[in-house]
T-cell receptor, first 114, second 113 residues
Framework: DVKVTQSSRYLVKRTGEKVFLECVQD?????MFWYRQDPGLGLRLIYF???????EKGDIPEGYSVSREKKERFSLILESASTNQTSMYLC?????????????FGEGSWLTVV | QKEVEQNSGPLSVPEGAIASLNCTYS??????FFWYRQYSGKSPELIMF????GDKEDGRFTAQLNKASQYVSLLIRDSQPSDSATYLC?????????????FGSGTRLQVQP
């Protein structure tokens, strides 16, 4: 089974803090993604990466950055957390595009910014 | 217009009935379509995917795709209370280098015992 692990499940941070959300996958997948999910808005893509050190902006990259130094690890960084970044963050991975792009999600990280 | 649209629900069906969940998409070049189930407080899990027009069956689940109408649906036969969840439709958009799925907002299904 594909396993995508998000190490921090529940976090409470103060406005202005720097926040790191870590994600590790064990299936040697090329593609990794960060989504956030909010009631009524569904899942929105923040960033994705298709190779080590490669990244592309998704639909809502403002206020976020990412790092992919190793194939199995994809980190989401909030440089200066704000209350409107309170959300559930979902990491996902997938094999190459010609495999149909099925993506597999981690368990989610619930972030509250106060 | 949203890229992937779903009725938010809730869709309420009695136990044993057929639940029909619908999704429309705007990108006519989309090639692959996915249904995910998400229980409250949990992450989405893949139920089915479909690439070709027509029906695809897997147990109690049937996905239906009509590319001409830009419409994809999920039928759940013999609905059970354990099927109560939010169902997310996702589409793989066309375009070079686009590897990420675009999701609808989900339809909440309630199966009444």
């Amino acid at each position: 089974d594909v396993k995508v692990t998000q190490s921090s499940r529940y976090l409470v941070k103060r406005t202005g803090e720097k926040v790191f959300l870590e994600c590790v996958q064990d299936m040697d997948h090329e593609n990794m993604f960060w989504y956030r999910q909010d009631p009524g808005l569904g899942l929105r893509l923040i960033y994705f990466s298709y190779d080590v050190k490669m990244k592309e902006k998704g639909d809502i990259p403002e206020g976020y950055s990412v790092s992919r130094e190793k194939k199995e690890r994809f980190s989401l960084i909030l440089e200066s957390a704000s209350t409107n970044q309170t959300s559930m963050y979902l990491c996902a991975s997938s094999p190459p595009q010609n495999s149909g792009n099925t993506i597999y999600f981690g368990e989610g990280s619930w972030l509250t910014v106060v | 217009q949203k890229e992937v649209e779903q009725n938010s629900g809730p869709l309420s069906v009695p136990e044993g009935a057929i639940a029909s969940l619908n999704c429309t998409y705007s990108d006519r070049g989309s090639q692959s379509f996915f249904w995910y189930r998400q229980y409250s407080g949990k992450s989405p899990e893949l139920i089915m995917f479909i690439y070709s027009n027509g029906d695809k069956e897997d147990g109690r689940f049937t996905a239906q795709l009509n590319k001409a109408s830009q419409y994809v649906s999920l039928l759940i036969r013999d609905s059970q209370p354990s099927d109560s969840a939010t169902y997310l439709c996702a589409v793989n958009p066309s375009g070079m280098g686009r590897r990420a799925l675009t999701f609808g907002s989900g339809t909440r299904l309630q199966v009444q015992p």
